[in-house]
């Protein structure tokens, strides 16, 4: 098992690789990712600034002032208001009134904050208090998949907390894997570092980089992880990569299906869900159907293009409920 326990927001694709045994994360990634000392140097006082608001504050007091860090945000960037108004347009929302607009645009800011800041103080939170703030729905439909005997493919989109709930699932116990992008934000890589070390059950869960070989996402299937990755994206690292075409807002996208192809192959179960914050920290993650299961008739072409459309479908009714979880704008 590898260094990092975090299913990521990923860029999803049929190819993966894990990060070698005995390097750390940081070890992993040389190609232009190690932190620089200025990073360092900031990342360590934010991170000192917000764990010492949990001590005084309490994990409801910090999450009220998350919340009233989000307003200010809301209040004076206007860029961004303009950008998320744009993204929000996009959902063809036409019964939304403008108070509504702002609504959902201010709750934008305040739960990208609290989901940054929760991100940042995760480390300094016991253990068992951590596991207390995660819950999942429909969770049969998940034990179901792990009591198949073999691992099971999680279906993620890049809408909502994925790292956070990757963060609560491996300190859950599961063993989990997560395909995402080579080169990761700065403060992802400083705070993966600080969770390697502090919570060894994190080397339960292996990290898999998106633009290399799929052997290893049938590895982890084979040795009944969780495999984990946000297939509502079209970019492609390679000509070979497949996609299936799907309906997303009245709009045709084609959408990566590797890893989908990958659980099938491997007759495994593959199972949709999302992660819903709620209240003082508070995240589910909820399964929303199972796509397909391990023994199936059909094909791989019908199976896959089947359970992409629903997938789609599954997205876009998240988006309508939701807009404010949108993260990719």
Partial sequence: MTESGIITQS????????TPPGKSHEQADVEGQRLTAWERASFFLAHASVAALLRALGIRGLYRFARGFGTIEWLVNFKRRRRFGRALASLHLSSLSPALRRRFTRE???QTRCDKIFYL????LPAQRARELFTIGNK??????VDSGRGAYVATSHHGSVHIAGLLMALSGYRIAGVR???ESALRRYIQDRLDRKYPDFQRARILFADSFPREIFRCLREGFLLGSSMDVSRTYHPNQRTEPVTLFG?????LSGPLRVAYRCNVHALQAFIVPSRDFRYRLEIVETLFESD???????MVGDAMRRYAANVERFLRTTPHLMSRL
């Fill in 296 to 302: 199936r008739p059909a094909g791989e072409d019908e």
């Fill in 108 to 110: 934008h800011f305040m």
């Fill in 181 to 183: 992008e080579r080169r």
């Fill in 121 to 124: 103080v995760f480390d300094c």
């Fill in 11 to 18: 860029r999803d694709t049929s190819e993966a690789v894990s």
């Fill in 251 to 255: 709009e045709q996208r084609h959408f």
């Fill in 140 to 145: 049969g439909l998940l034990e179901a998949a």
